[in-house]
């Protein structure tokens, strides 16, 4: 009995060593049958490693922190169930570890990504509702509620999202990017999710990682996709990691802490210095969150596995990768190639933040400008920056020149021939980083001439949450102003946009507009797939046609602050033997042999019979 006591208290105490395994549990019949099991303990890696059913190990990894032991075994032939890790000390057992490979869902490596037939909503899910108010605050989080702060975390939570997808879904989106949803320990700040402190973990502020399974699930009963916001660049300094780290180079250090420049064009200039490519690729995006370091073998393929672990475990279908364009550039197209080459129509669009659409091109996979350099990102789609540019500018210039008003949308679209996938990429008037559109057009007729661009031009459009209402907000006075919180998300709100009747008459307009547009634009193959013929915008009046075989679409967006008379006699070569348009808001009927009047600061949407 002693005997049997002291076997017991000495198994309970080396489990006791093991603190952490990751991937916690991962998925028989993969594709790549690698997997690199992290265990995390006290002096680890002083034992030896073995598999049970016959798994071979292929390596066992030592770190320069003993705390830390990398062991990557086989499973091509393992099937579904439970596996043992047995950890041993000069040949004799010490303790195991069991471990779980789950069986895959049915065509889980053919799922398809979200792509230009999407709609995506883009929430701050802080911002969006609080559904739970139970978890507004957690004996293991740093940061407490604080409503009453633009730079405090609000509540908003998953199941505050859930709630409020039918809202989500009659607006016409048919796709969901929150931004980050994993465990952020920072003290204040947190709510943006970018400083993840565990990325195997649902913040507990925003619920379980079984709520975060829900969504995902309510999204796919409804037709809806759920695209997950994926931080390859750094994380934030209190993950657990950070603190105790498995070795000098898992992030980057100058020694410490080292600003980035945020120059990107340093990742391809011919002509640029080393001194400035490495303090933009490893410097850190700020202080509080260390750079990863993607050249690091270990560092690729736990953030691999990581990415691979949620796809599955969540049941997603798109990434969306912030900072993209500051990783290791080959490290960064290993890890996006390992993710596409387990799930070949899986879409992942990185934010590429550049002002010019040669630089951003090539960042798309298959790029003829990145082959220059024998560079493929193997990256599906890059944000469209160039055109967020337009859009900010031109619906302020009334008056159309040379170079200002909507020349600058022609101008911005007669570079499509640089992207080796144009349907491919994602376009926006705004996002969580930038000016809210209301806010710098405060008209509703400048918010119909953007939208109806997003919703008519290639790629894939992304809308910015509350947009939709009218809501506004103020870059200039810090990010929390254009993150406020949607109205009716919380119950002690005086209104609640999510319903109809309570929406005010402006709400309302907004949300009208938004619906019948973006509904229309669900079952529309000529705009998601249809080539484009584009007119010089004369007198600000910006005139293009999408079509294919089966269906032409004319879009007419008069940005002038006067009345125009539209030439008809141009568009000849794009007419055909059309003699009438539609316009699919308000259903009037269009003579296109005669010459067209548009009120100023509007738009149509003709089809065209």
Known sequence: MKQLLFLLLTVTAATAQLQKTEPPFWYANMKNPELQVM???????GFQVAVSNDIPVKDVTKTSNPNYLFVTIDTKNAAPGQITFTFSDNGKAKFTKKYELKARKKDSAARQGFDSSDLVYLIMPDRFANGNTKNDNTKDTKEKSNRTSDHGRHGGDIQGIIDNLDYIKNLGATAIWNTPLCEDNDERGSYHGYAQSDVYKIDPRYGTNEDYVKLSSELHKRDMKLILDYVTNHWGAEHWMIKDLPMYDWIHQFPGYGQSNYRMTTQFDPNTSERDKKYCVDGWFVRSMPDLNQANPLVVKYLTQNAIWWIEYADLDGFRVDTYSYCDKKGIAD???AITDEYPKFNIVGEVWMHDQAQMAYWQKDSKIGAIQNYNSNLPSVMDFTLHDAIEAAFAEHEGTW???????YDNFANDFLYPNINSILIFAENHDTQRFNQRYKDFGSYKMAMTLLATVRGIPQIYYGSEIGMAGDKGKGDGDIRRD??????????????AEGRSETQKKYFDFSSKLFNWRKSKSVIHTGKTMQFIPEHNVYVYFRYDDKETVMVVINNSDKPSIVKTERFAEAFRNFSTGKDVITGNSVNLKEDINI??????????K
């Open 39 to 45: 265990f995390y303990g006290k002096n680890i890696n």
């Open 335 to 337: 890890w996006t190639k």
């Open 403 to 409: 170079d200002k008003g909507m020349i600058r949308m």
């Open 486 to 499: 949607f109205p009716g998300g919380w119950k002690a709100d005086a209104s609640n946009a999510f319903t």
């Open 599 to 608: 009120a100023p600061k509007s738009s149509w949407i003709l089809e065209l």
